[in-house]
């Protein structure tokens, strides 16, 4: 059996056949994460964490998640001004687009309101 040095001393190299398919190893030409679509819930976490890092403020939920033709469309809910009462608090939605991989690709602010707020349909 083959044999790969590291310093550690010696360790046997897998073998496997040409053109077995490993979890894990990608083709040729194929992106490290382009393997599987984004599920909503790595696309929701995704647009939280690369909004908090663009807005500086932590998300606290997300609204809604969509699979778009290129990727992901959220819409995430983030405290703005902080008030006492919380209630008063005012309350920001943004939309979040996220493209096949994950990668925030545009985000937009799209509604302002006080925590208390409810919306009302005609």
């Given at each position: 059996?083959?044999?790969?040095?590291?310093?550690?001393?010696?360790?046997?190299?897998?073998?496997?056949?040409?053109?077995?398919?490993?979890?894990?190893?990608?083709?040729?030409?194929?992106?490290?994460?382009?393997?599987?679509?984004?599920?909503?819930?790595?696309?929701?976490?995704?647009?939280?964490?690369?909004?908090?890092?663009?807005?500086?403020?932590?998300?606290?939920?997300?609204?809604?998640?969509?699979?778009?033709?290129?990727?992901?469309?959220?819409?995430?809910?983030?405290?703005?001004?902080?008030?006492?009462?919380?209630?008063?608090?005012?309350?920001?939605?943004?939309?979040?687009?996220?493209?096949?991989?994950?990668?925030?690709?545009?985000?937009?602010?799209?509604?302002?309101?006080?925590?208390a707020q409810i919306?009302?349909?005609?």
């Amino acid at each position: 059996m083959p044999l790969d040095r590291d310093g550690d001393g010696a360790r046997p190299r897998k073998h496997t056949r040409r053109g077995a398919e490993e979890p894990g190893v990608r083709s040729r030409g194929e992106s490290p994460r382009r393997s599987q679509r984004f599920s909503a819930s790595r696309a929701m976490l995704s647009a939280m964490q690369q909004l908090e890092g663009l807005l500086g403020r932590a998300p606290e939920s997300v609204s809604a998640v969509r699979p778009t033709d290129d990727g992901w469309e959220a819409q995430v809910e983030v405290l703005e001004i902080e008030r006492i009462p919380e209630t008063t608090s005012v309350m920001a939605s943004y939309r979040v687009t996220l493209d096949a991989d994950g990668e925030l690709m545009a985000y937009e602010r799209i509604r302002r309101y006080t925590r208390a707020q409810i919306d009302r349909r005609a």
